[in-house]
């Protein structure tokens, strides 16, 4: 892949003024709240970017991305949905893989915070101390299964009164930032004795710890740079200190459902800023009109209006089933909509484009991996049609 996409010297690398308003906004935030990563994406290549191995993550961590929509009380930036839309975009714009992988520690850094702040004192600090450390947290949640069921761990841990560790045992594949990840965020099924009783849990596993191993997972190129292998977790011992008992006591859903309506704008805006980047392919292509170009833009802005609607709700306090279920709706509609304007942008670039830009085909494929993003269709549609009927709102 690193050969290919984006092979000719000066393809790939972030654009400023010549690229117009489309990105403006949404690289105006990104500079304010990372400038060293803007930096970074301004001196490389897609390809550069993409590649397996390559710095992102790195850089993203030096730039403070850590801690974007942490409050500013816990040590974070402290973003408003709003404004965290926007900077996604703007990093799928530039490394699809980097937004695919980032937005795993979101989901897990938004989703403790909702534990810590509703939870005991000592959540709070434990969270407070990950946050100054700027770890980067892959996500091991039990994806796709949300509402009033909570979290249904597919990981276990055990309590060794010997110790007063916790053992941990089980599986994630694919996990993002296998390899640069600081901490596991794992929702678990903790029992105080072997065949006893489980609650839920999250625990936070520092990747370092005995046990905790990587394998090969993702073998195809596209969105290669994600890191997304398969972490084992093989009798870890995980001090008390570091799990969150009981937390998850959380009957209707809300702060499960929280950590997911910040997985599910961020997801979505960093698939639109991937296909935003064809856009301006598009745009400064003499083979592309008004006429053609102006239906495709119409599919993915109005998709991002959709989606700061949601946003801005979030911001103001809403929580629960309605803006889950709105924002799985539109989830729904941007899955066709980015298959759309993958097929459109490809054909009115034409043939040549296709067959001199390899990105032009790298990012038409990363765009068909939306669907693939818990939770899944079937289960998607069972659960808006049930809840139209008025149902409760809950993925079985």
């Excluded at 403070?64 to 990093?91: D, F, K, N, W």
């Excluded at 909570?150 to 296998?178: F, H, N, Q, W």
């Excluded at 490809?346 to 040549?352: N, Q, Y």
Aim: hydrophobic residues 45%.
């Amino acid at each position: 892949m690193s050969v290919a996409v984006g092979a000719r010297v000066n393809e790939g690398r972030e654009t400023s003024a010549a690229s117009g308003v489309l990105l403006a906004q949404a690289r105006a935030a990104l500079a304010r709240r990372m400038p060293v990563l803007a930096e970074w994406f301004a001196e490389t290549t897609l390809a550069e970017r993409e590649a397996p191995g390559n710095r992102g993550l790195e850089v993203f961590r030096e730039a403070g991305g850590c801690g974007l929509i942490v409050p500013v009380e816990i040590s974070g930036q402290g973003a408003s949905a709003v404004e965290a839309l926007q900077v996604q975009r703007a990093i799928g714009a530039a490394s699809p893989s980097l937004a695919v992988a980032t937005v795993m520690h979101h989901l897990s850094i938004a989703t403790i915070v909702q534990i810590a702040l509703t939870g005991p004192e000592e959540d709070l600090a434990l969270l407070q101390s990950v946050v100054e450390q700027n770890a980067l947290i892959a996500s091991a949640f039990a994806e796709g299964r949300v509402g009033g069921s909570t979290l249904i761990p597919t990981v276990s841990a055990v309590y060794d009164e010997d110790t007063g560790d916790y053992v941990v045992t089980g599986r994630k594949k694919p996990c993002s930032m296998a390899y640069s990840m600081a901490f596991l965020a794992a929702s678990l099924d903790a029992k105080e004795s072997e065949g006893g009783r489980g609650r839920k849990a999250v625990g936070l596993i520092p990747a370092q710890m005995p046990g905790v191993s990587i394998e090969p997972f993702w073998t195809s190129p596209i969105l290669g740079g994600a890191e997304s292998e398969e972490v084992i977790l093989d009798g870890v011992r995980v001090p008390a200190a570091l799990m969150m008992i009981g937390t998850m006591q959380d009957p209707d859903g809300i702060h499960e459902m929280t950590g997911f309506l910040w997985f599910g704008l961020l997801a979505s805006a960093g698939y639109i800023g991937a296909a935003s980047t064809l856009l301006e392919r598009l745009l400064h292509s003499p083979r592309v009109d008004a006429a053609t170009y102006t239906p495709i833009a119409a599919e993915l802005e109005s998709a991002m209006a959709a989606l700061e609607s949601v946003a801005a709700a979030l911001d103001a306090g809403e929580r629960g089933a309605d803006i889950s279920a709105r924002l799985l709706f539109i989830r729904t509609a941007l899955r066709t909509s980015l298959l759309r304007v993958a097929s459109a942008a490809t054909s009115a670039l034409g043939g040549i484009a296709f067959i001199t830009d390899p990105d032009i085909a790298y990012l038409a494929s990363v765009l068909q991996a939306f669907s693939f993003h818990p939770p899944s269709t079937t289960e998607t549609q069972r659960s808006l049609f049930a809840y139209h009927r008025g149902e409760e709102f809950r993925l079985a």
